[in-house]
């Protein structure tokens, strides 16, 4: 499995995003290999801890038109991704969604 750490800016308030949030939630739900996505926000830091089954996957769905739509929304800015390698032993021991998806698998 692979993880990845995606973060950014935004002035616009959480209450504005929700409905826009909302939907790319429900299309998220349609991208080959995305295990889960733990969304976060900080004040003006928003983002997801994303878990894949492949970095391959990962990659993909980093070069699709939906998070291309994502950084190119001039209300986002200050784009950080970062790529993880999810040790899964350690994972399902501590009850990972990822841990617990590679041991029903």
Do not use: C
């Not at 994303?50 to 291309?68: K, P, T, W």
């Not at 950084?71 to 040790?87: C, D, K, R």
């Amino acid at each position: 499995m692979h993880a990845v750490l995606i973060t950014f800016r935004s002035e616009v308030s959480k209450e504005d995003l929700a409905g826009p949030f909302t939907e790319y939630a429900n299309a998220m739900t349609g991208v080959d290999g995305l295990v889960s996505k733990t969304w976060i926000a900080d004040g003006e830091v928003l983002g997801g801890f994303h878990i894949f089954n492949s970095r391959q996957a990962a990659d993909v769905y980093l070069g699709s038109e939906m998070v291309a739509g994502l950084t190119s929304n001039p209300a986002f800015s200050g784009f950080e991704i970062s790529h993880y390698e999810v040790l899964e032993e350690l994972s399902r021991i501590t009850g990972s969604p990822s841990g617990a998806l590679a041991r029903a698998g």
